[in-house]
């Protein structure tokens, strides 16, 4: 078998896409979405691979800029549009995608790669490593009681109609990304992501609403929400499923999520992805009866190690030598010198001794201070070899507020 590798076509985005939807399954999409994901689609940056006029596999990568800890925005290739079609698979074709895909990232000069993995364990192998996680949450809000900050009862809610609300929500959640490693900045058309609400989806909810928290007339915080309508014998049992909620300060989140507690005829709220260290958590009464569950969010690829390393900056000074193993991506491989503080961070190639050796997998789960060095090598997965090393560079490598992605792509 010989499998080509081109680039997307823009008149074959049909057939490229209907391929994908037959890789996971074979549902069609809605107009809306497939309208959506069509004009989102950078041709130039995708991949068909041709096993001779059959389309059998299909990749993407979308040009993002990624919160780093220290607040800057890297430029990031979004990895998308994984598929391959179930005749070809365990034959090379995935490889040979993600053997093309991190070449081109890297001649795009971009230093990162990152995804979520519809089955987490394909992607380490490529070098992909853990290194978000979201926070799910099903809140029992008949019993569950919010201690809302000083400050909350001056926060005006409205209800808007969700496209209504679309610049001013933007304007906030621009304003919350480089606060917290792992957000996107949302290029130009990427605001109509959260406007996506098919009836296919909504499994039994209803129209997404939008509520807004002013102060002074000034926006500083919004929510998206659906409910969800339920009654028995006893009377309404309702959820309100939220989709976001963002805000500028403590008073605007607690007034946005004690209206969510306080939507007539419910009693759950369920919100599927949120930071691991949501405030929520600490407003919250009864932290048990909020049914805590955590499942992995996006993994992330150093395609250049010395750019990626430098773009951060670190909580605690910082200077050891990585012995960075890399099979994949080989011109990461060898040992570089990281020096570094809260300031700002050099990493360059260097002869010295190595300090501690990892693979660039553990390195990119650790890049966004999400988890830590020392748990790696408890695992095996780090050695040390100069005392003292680990520790220091675990402190470096952490960071005040936990990386969270938002919303997939």
């Known amino acids: ?17 209907g391929e994908l939807e037959r890789a996971f399954g074979g549902a069609q999409e809605s107009p809306e979405e497939r309208s959506l994901w069509h004009d989102l689609t950078e041709c130039e940056r995708s991949l068909a691979a041709w096993d001779g006029d059959e389309l059998v596999g299909t990749t993407g990568a979308f040009s993002f800029r990624l919160s780093v800890p220290g607040g800057s925005l890297v430029p990031t290739a979004g990895v998308t549009c994984v598929g391959v079609r179930s005749t070809h698979r365990r034959r090379g074709v995935l490889t040979a995608m993600m053997r093309r895909q991190l070449d081109d ?30 926070l799910r949450m099903e809140i029992d809000s008949a019993r569950v009681r919010l201690t809302a900050p000083t400050g909350t009862d001056e926060i005006r809610l409205r209800l808007v109609p969700p496209r209504a609300a679309i610049a001013a929500c933007e304007a906030v959640y621009a304003r919350r990304v480089a606060g917290r490693p792992g957000m996107l900045a949302r290029q130009p058309g990427w605001e109509r992501l959260p406007l996506l609400d098919p009836p296919s989806e909504r499994r039994g909810a209803g129209e997404v609403g939008c509520v807004l928290a002013e102060r002074n007339g000034e926006v500083v915080g919004f929510a998206r929400f659906a409910v969800k309508s339920d009654w028995d014998e006893a009377g309404p049992k309702g959820s309100v499923l939220v989709r976001d909620v963002e805000a500028l300060d403590p008073a605007g989140y607690a007034a946005l999520w004690r209206h969510l507690f306080e939507v007539d005829l419910t009693s759950t709220v369920i919100a599927s992805n949120r ?6 958590l600490h407003l919250v009464s009864d932290v ?5 569950r955590v499942r992995d969010g996006m993994f992330v690829r150093l395609v250049d190690v010395g750019a ?11 200077d050891v030598v990585l012995e960075v193993e890399d099979t994949f991506c080989p011109w990461n491989e060898g040992r570089w010198r990281l020096s570094g503080d809260q300031k700002g961070a050099t990493c360059e190639r260097t002869t010295d001794s190595a300090d501690l ?25 780090i050695r040390e070899l ?17 990386p969270w992605l938002p919303h997939g792509f």
């Open 105 to 134: 990232v890297r001649r795009w000069g971009e230093p990162l790669a990152v995804l979520t993995a519809s089955e987490p364990p394909i992607y380490g192998r490529f070098g992909y490593g853990l290194a978000t996680e979201r």
């Open 308 to 318: 990626a390393l430098a773009a951060r900056t670190y909580a605690a000074p910082v």
């Open 275 to 280: 930071p691991v260290d949501d405030p929520l």
């Open 1 to 17: 078998m010989t499998v080509e590798l081109r680039v997307l076509e823009p008149g074959r985005w049909d057939r490229w896409y």
């Open 288 to 292: 048990r009866r909020c049914r805590l």
């Open 386 to 402: 100069r005392p003292g090393a680990l520790a220091e560079a675990a402190t470096a490598f952490g960071h005040p507020v936990a």
């Open 357 to 381: 050796v990892l693979s660039a997998r553990e390195l990119a789960g650790g890049y966004l201070g999400g988890f830590g060095l020392t748990a790696l090598a408890g695992a095996g997965r």
